[in-house]
């Protein structure tokens, strides 16, 4: 590794999206950069290289789109729906979902700097490409749900590597197989650096400022039964095995605030027959999140969630939660001929169950045919009237039913139906340490701990409950950006 006896002006603990982001702000201020990465560099890119790589973004309209998609046409453009998604639209959306708890501040602030920060990245050499999640292309028209549009090219995988490759044109050193373990203090409590263990030994690094970007806990199964409760010891991990939470513990006993949903996390229905722990040669194609156009029944046979609550973007990530809370923590997902087209192109990694009659799906499922018929049958019973549309909440619901299907309510009536087993992936956690707009972490006397920043999911107070599909990406990189900016001042200054 690069001798560390000579001073970093900032060290960057981990290397996903915000980590880097944060690693290349400060580069760009002038500053010497090291990023710490625990895992091997085979699995490195942390929970960012298992994402889909979407970025929720404010955006005026659609002519602020098109500096995303230079490679396309203006007939491309022509068939774009996109809508209009301003600042305040992204900050209710936060504020609803998470029932008004999120933090103000910090979230104007997410809101306020994404599309800057986008536009940053794509200076950088991150590609876009329309997002497949929520959106309807009906070959005339490819219709979006306003401000879930573009995600990285290739998903998770393109935009760690590219973030990589421009790490690399920076000239910033990157050490793997380092796993941060003791901070370095001054005697006023300031942080000057840290301590790190290689394969090699022990090493202190000094450096002016530190920015922790190494994620949660959601890889470890002691702190998820700690903090989430009954349960969450036995969920699976969508995403890398390395976020287990030791820099989040030594930042609290440092002092610094723990703000948040400590029992709240980011949960999707995945793949039933999935791994324990993400596969990087799947990532996230285990999730399996179209089903606002199915029903959702447990292995009893009965339906206990309102699958069409709103647009996918908006539950995906509670659903997991649950099924959680199911029998055996395990659920189906129906659809029939009307609505299997609508899939998105993850389920292909996954082996339904396919049948001509309902009591047939039901015998392949091995759950109770009768109370199967009979949920089908209710269902049925309860559907209204009204035109069906995939790509907007189109108020297609159900009358007298508990739990309602409030739109996208088809009748389950054309065979074959198809149903997937799906289980609850945990993909991060929602409890962590408090920052401040310019990411400064706080400490608990609500004072900055000198020296000391961070960004990502290791910080807390941005989510409760929930969170809008693509803002977890985005947070990582808007405040990434700041905490580079500013430990790079700091760390130089010093």
């Not at 005026?60 to 396309?72: S, T, V, W, Y």
């Not at 491309?76 to 999120?102: K, L």
């Not at 499922?365 to 189109?394: C, H, M, W």
């Amino acid at each position: 590794m690069p001798r560390t006896t000579s001073r970093y002006d900032v060290i960057v603990v981990g290397a996903g999206n915000a980590a880097l982001t944060a690693a290349l702000s400060a580069s760009q201020a002038g500053a010497r950069v090291l990023v710490l990465e625990k895992a091997p560099e085979a699995e490195r890119g942390g929970n960012s290289r298992f994402s889909g790589g979407l970025f929720r973004f404010a955006y005026d309209g659609i002519e602020e789109l098109k500096p995303f998609r230079r490679d396309l046409s203006a007939a491309d453009w022509d068939r774009v729906e996109a809508g209009h998604y301003d600042t305040d639209r992204y900050y209710q959306d936060i504020m609803r979902v998470t029932q008004g708890q999120a933090d103000r501040q910090l979230s104007l602030k997410l809101t306020g700097e994404s599309y800057s920060t986008l536009a940053w990245m794509t200076g950088l050499g991150v590609d876009w490409d329309w997002t497949s999640l929520w959106s309807v292309d009906s070959g005339e028209l490819l219709r979006f749900n306003p401000g879930a549009v573009l995600e990285a090219r290739n998903k998770g995988v393109g935009l760690m590597e590219s973030l990589y490759r421009a790490v690399g044109l920076a000239s910033i050193d990157v050490v793997y197989g380092a796993k941060m373990t003791a901070f370095l203090q001054d005697g006023d409590g300031g942080v000057t650096g840290v301590r790190i263990r290689t394969p090699d030994g022990t090493e202190d690094a000094p450096a002016g400022a530190v920015v922790l970007a190494s994620g949660g806990f959601e890889a470890n199964a002691e702190m998820r039964a700690r903090y989430l409760g009954p349960g969450w010891d036995q969920v699976k991990v969508r995403g890398t095995k390395f976020n287990t939470g030791e820099t989040l513990r030594m930042a609290l006993e440092l002092g610094a605030k723990p703000v948040g949903h400590w029992q709240g996390c980011h949960a999707t229905p995945v793949d039933g027959d999935s791994a324990p722990v993400g596969d990087l040669r799947l990532t996230d194609r285990t999730n399996r999140l179209s089903y606002p156009y199915s029903i959702m029944v447990n292995v009893l046979g009965r339906r206990f969630i309102d699958e069409g609550e709103d647009t996918g973007g908006y539950t995906y990530a509670k659903t997991g939660r649950a099924v959680l809370a199911q029998p055996g923590a395990m659920a189906y997902q129906i659809f029939d001929a009307k609505t299997v087209h609508l899939l998105e192109e993850r389920y292909s990694t996954g082996a339904p169950v396919v049948s001509e009659t309902i009591e047939g799906l039901a015998g392949g499922l091995s759950i109770p045919a009768d109370a199967l018929a009979q949920t089908v049958a209710e269902y049925n019973a309860a559907v209204l009237p009204g035109r069906f549309d995939p790509a907007v909440k189109d108020g297609k619901g159900t009358a007298g039913l508990e739990p309602p299907k409030s739109n996208w309510a088809l009748l389950l009536d054309t065979p074959p139906y198809t149903a997937y087993s799906v289980a609850c992936g945990i993909t991060f956690t929602y409890g962590g340490i408090q920052i401040d707009t310019q990411a400064r972490v706080i400490d608990t006397e609500d004072n900055p701990v000198p020296g000391l920043y961070a960004t990502g999911e290791i910080t807390g107070g941005f989510f409760f409950h929930n969170y809008p599909g693509g803002t977890g990406l985005m947070r990582g990189a808007v405040f990434g950006r700041i905490a580079g900016a500013n430990a790079a001042a700091e760390g130089a200054g010093k």
